[in-house]
């Protein structure tokens, strides 16, 4: 598979705010890619970037090994999808989704068929001649979305797509957009601030914080490898526990350090349900909080609050319960930097043979 | 029940918490109106009551006399020339405020209101100082032949001035709501500057921009103090028609002044009926819009 694009010490300031500090990246051909981050974290001037919206102070951008800094965006072969839509509100489904191939000058029995396929691949057959005003959320991305596609851009960017439509319709939507992206076979760039988003929908996600890149990988190898405390905590959900060499199986830490502590790698249960009691703590049940599939508790154990997943078939806790906490796995970092560890105290020290 | 008793048909029925007592509801209707007919209707019924007094025939002649006719040829000459360069300089002047990112921004968005808050008569005086005989370029003008003050030129120039805000401060808060993001949709599918102004953003701003030309245009044919400075009171020559009915008043021809004023009267109620419609369509639009 060849590069599609490489980004090289990209760098952009707004006045004195540093946005987007000396960013490397490589994406390619026809992959789905996340780009994650906070607000502020200057993931959406990096796609403003892509676009030759914004012009980087310092770096190269290359499509397909070409430099395209001096590039205007007219001639880049990018297709823009807005939060907001931005659909031309004046004009009709079918004029918008024609737009971009009036500019090209195709014919007019081009233009009909080809907005009329889009239509028809984005479920919107019946709606052509609709103004954007009378379209649901879901619906006006759609359009934004065969609008885009409609001049075929090498490269397709979207900037915070589902951020603006209602929870029900953005799941549907993200799973429409997901296929339909793989059916065109586009390379594709999404923006987001939402990590479950981001994991669900990507092929591969690049985490930004503070204008720098802080990893690139599989949403997988992300959550299993994180290489920085900020991607271990913006990944999942986690708890911090200080002093995480107090505990059972994680002695000898590295010094001055803390831990993250992922719910799923955690268990809590009474002696009896418990799978390795050497291994575990004491605690005491603060909270339990119904998640749909499992129960969500919350336990103070070690002068630490972490939570751990219980399935629901297993006997019910309720806050003030003795219990034990059997941590995992969990991040330990310090001011250098992190590493994954396992309970050490998980090898039974008297192993019977049966 | 207080809302009962008096139903008012137009209001929608009120919380019977936040709703004054009868008396104090219509007393204040009551006052407003009064005062709107005192101030508004009544001047308004005297322009056309006094234009008319002598008859029909002696108000056509009044507005058909050479020189008032001469001064409606002026004044509608200023307004081609004016309403068509403010159009321009507005839509430019909004553009450059809403879609960039520049320094002086906001000097320049306090720049455009100048003209509001300076005094007609200075605004005048200002071309006078600039272009008059004894002005910073009126020796070197009149040396080549052009004059400017006390001629088409200066009174076009004070009308511009006057009336170089409302075209822009109509247009900037619209295009400001409506942000850059059609714009740079336009962009990446490879549209160019002029395609983008005529098909996106023209037809974005449409209603608006129709509306500051309607104020644009009712003051530039009303405008009396700037252009009196500069116009020299020539009658026949450069008398606007504001110019030419306080000529006629001061003569005592209170017939030919009121039939003459009744002509800018008209054109205030078709600009506030144009104005309505299209605050209507811009309020559809707007509803619509987002």
């Known amino acids: ?354 | 029940m207080a809302l009962t008793d008096t139903p008012v048909p137009t209001a929608k029925p009120r919380a019977a918490h936040r709703t004054e007592a009868p008396w104090v509801r219509w007393s204040l209707i009551f006052l407003m109106m009064a005062f709107l007919v005192l101030i508004l209707i009544l001047p308004l019924i005297t322009v056309f009551s006094e234009a008319f007094n002598n008859g029909i025939s002696v108000y056509l002649d009044a507005i058909t006399e050479p020189d008032a006719w001469a001064a409606i040829r002026l004044t509608l000459t200023v307004a081609a020339i004016a309403v068509p360069l403010n159009t321009i300089f507005g839509v430019a002047a909004a553009w450059a405020i809403s879609k960039f990112r520049f320094r002086g921004k906001q000097v320049l968005v306090t720049l455009i209101d100048l003209p509001f808050a300076i005094s007609p008569v200075i605004s005048g005086l200002i071309f006078v100082l600039l272009f008059g005989s004894h002005g910073l370029f009126g020796p070197w003008l009149s040396e080549h032949g052009f004059k400017v003050i006390f001629a088409l030129p200066g009174i076009v120039l004070a009308t511009i001035f006057i009336t170089f805000p409302f075209v822009a401060r109509e247009l900037v808060p619209i295009m400001q709501a409506q942000g850059n993001q059609e714009e740079e949709a336009a962009v990446s599918m490879g549209a160019g500057g002029w395609r983008i102004f005529w098909k996106v953003t023209l037809p974005n701003i449409k209603w608006g921009l129709l509306y500051g030309i309607i104020l644009c245009n009712a003051r530039a044919m009303g405008e009396f103090g700037a252009v009196s400075v500069v116009s020299g009171h020539i009658r026949g020559q450069t008398n606007t028609m504001p110019l030419h009915i306080e000529i006629l008043y001061n003569e005592y021809q209170f017939t030919a002044s009121f039939a003459v004023a009744s002509l800018l009267v008209l054109l205030a109620l078709v600009t506030l009926a144009v104005k309505s419609i299209v605050e209507w369509q811009q309020r559809k639009a707007e509803t619509h819009g987002g």
Do not use: C
């Open chain 1, 1 to 354: 598979m060849t590069m599609h694009v490489t980004v090289e010490g990209l760098s952009k300031s707004f006045g004195r705010f540093p946005a987007v500090k000396d960013v490397h990246f490589q994406i390619r051909q026809g992959q789905l890619v996340g780009l994650l981050g906070p607000s502020g974290s200057g993931k959406t001037t990096v796609l403003r970037m892509l676009a030759g919206l914004e012009t980087p102070d310092a770096g190269d951008i290359r499509f397909h090994g070409r430099r395209v800094n001096h590039l205007l965006p007219q001639e880049r072969g990018i297709g823009l999808v807005f939060q907001n839509y931005a659909l031309f509100r004046h004009m009709t489904v079918f004029e918008n989704i024609a737009f971009g191939l009036k500019v090209q000058k195709r014919s007019k029995e081009e233009i009909k068929r080809r907005v009329e396929e889009l239509l028809e691949r984005t479920g919107l057959s019946g709606l052509a001649h609709r103004l954007p005003h009378q379209l649901s959320g879901g619906q006006r991305q759609r359009v934004a979305f065969a609008r885009a596609l409609a001049p075929e851009p090498q490269l397709l960017l979207l900037d915070e797509p589902f951020a603006a439509i209602d929870a029900k319709v953005r799941k549907e939507l993200r799973a429409w957009l997901k296929s339909m992206i793989r059916e065109v076979g586009i390379t594709s760039i999404f923006v987001t601030h939402d990590q479950e988003e981001a994991v669900e929908v990507a092929d591969e996600i690049i985490i930004m914080n503070q204008g720098k890149v802080e990893q690139q990988g599989t949403p997988i190898d992300i959550y299993r490898n994180p290489e920085t405390v900020f991607v271990a905590g913006f990944i999942g959900e986690s708890t911090v526990i200080e002093n995480d060499g107090r505990w059972k199986g994680f002695e000898n830490p590295l010094p001055g350090s803390k831990a993250l502590v992922r719910p799923e790698n955690v268990e809590i249960g009474t002696d009896k349900d418990i799978s390795l009691p050497n291994a575990a703590e004491k605690g005491i049940v603060t909270d339990v909080i119904f998640r749909g599939a499992n129960w969500l508790v919350v336990v103070e154990a070690r002068d630490s609050i972490i939570t751990g997943y219980r399935p629901l078939d297993k006997e019910l806790l309720k806050p003030g319960d003795e219990v034990l906490v059997l941590i995992h796995r969990l991040y330990e970092f310090n001011d250098q930097g992190m590493q994954v560890r396992e309970n050490g105290a998980k090898i039974d020290p008297m192993p019977i043979y049966i």
